[in-house]
């Protein structure tokens, strides 16, 4: 654990009491809600439904100068997470299988993966906060305290419940369920090869051989990160993926079929550059993300007895990828929310009020990132509106 985490809590204001806050979820969102609560001065755990031994795997997330400060912050320098530094986007048109026009844009940030960013996260999470193997599956208000119940049959109390699951989260079900996962009809082929097109890749290429695909490839350590995006009818998820897209929002490479694998690597055959579609073709381990939409948030708040509950990251708003928000948004509330507990917690702002604060705040970029992503995908002829 980084030491400058507990020295730095600030004292809590006299006659304020220690709030207790359940963290859910222990990937990206939670762990950076957990860390700057806990430099805070708060008592926080960290709840994880996966065992610590599971592995769990991601691809290339580019962060914005915003979420970059916030980690920059709790004391993680960039090269522990930043295999690359490039900030070019090379957007390149592709007509007949051949390049026909690149466009060079800067990206205000740079590029990392799930696993170095997570590494670099959970490495500072110390191990008496984190319990891993706890599956959240409802929270109820008993004697006026919000209490979490698991999947093991336990429970445990807390005054806030930070619910940080991520796309498929048991949060936004129990808080409002009305805004249900819907499938856009498209799906994020992706995975790491171990050579990339060229040799020397450094920045991050998106080709568009449009309409109805878009090829994006940039390098990570021991090779490249490629993502393909391709139409698919939801009979065809199930069959190439094995349920679902609403329900297997993630498929790992034990769920990639041989059909959805044929599928990918004729698509690169028919619509990449060749040197592109070798990369596809020569690559083992694959996974898939079926691409959802779902209703802009409307609040992040809810009281629970006395206590209360908040959904930030993708438990409040999973976006479509090619927003580049996901990450980007989970780690600015986790910010904004430090911030307004601990206006509570040092100068005894009112509660309800910090929270609403808060909300107010950060609503606007969720709404504006939902609503973003099938403009997007309309653009590239990518799923339905
Ligand atoms: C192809 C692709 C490209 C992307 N590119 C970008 C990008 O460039 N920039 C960007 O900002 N974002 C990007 N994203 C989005 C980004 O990856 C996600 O927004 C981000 O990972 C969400 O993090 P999270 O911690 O909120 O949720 P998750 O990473 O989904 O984590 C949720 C965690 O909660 C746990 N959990 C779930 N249910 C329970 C439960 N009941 N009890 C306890 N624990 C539970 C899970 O096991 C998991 O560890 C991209 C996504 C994809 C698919």
Known sequence: ??????????????????????VIGGSLTGPVAALLLLRAGFDVTVYEATPASASRGGGLIGLEHAALDILDGLGIPQREFIAYDSE???QVAVRDRRPAQTVRRTYPGRN????????????????????TGMRVTGLAAHTG??????????????DLVVFADGRSSIGRRLLDPDRALRYAGYVAHRGIAVHAPRPGLRDFVRMEPCPGAQFNVAPVPGGCDWTFYLGCTPAAYERHFGAPPTRRVFALPQHISPAARSHV???????LPPDHA????????????AVLDIDPPTRMVWPVGDGHAVLLGDALAPVRP?????ANNGIEQAAGLAVALTQHRKYGADLPAALHG???????????????????????GLGAR
Do not use: C, K, N, Y
Not at 121 to 131: D, Q, T
Not at 265 to 271: F, I, N
Not at 358 to 380: E, F, N, T
């Open 278 to 289: 070798a990369v596809v073709r020569a690559t083992t381990a694959r996974m898939a993300v």
């Open 112 to 131: 990392t993966t799930w696993p170095l960013l997570h590494r670099a996260l959970a490495a500072r999470v110390p191990a008496a906060v984190l319990r």
């Open 1 to 22: 654990m980084d030491s400058t985490l507990t020295l730095a809590a600030p004292a809590a204001r006299a006659g304020t009491p220690r709030l207790r806050v359940a």
């Open 145 to 158: 305290r919000p209490v979490l119940r698991f999947a093991d049959g336990s429970s445990e109390p807390a």
């Open 358 to 380: 808060w909300q107010r705040r950060h609503l606007p970029a969720a709404v504006a990132a939902v609503r973003r992503g099938p403009v997007i995908g309309d653009r590239l």
């Open 265 to 271: 690597d004729a698509q690169a055959d028919a619509l």
């Open 322 to 326: 090619h927003t580049a928000r996901g």
């Open 88 to 90: 070019t986007i090379l």
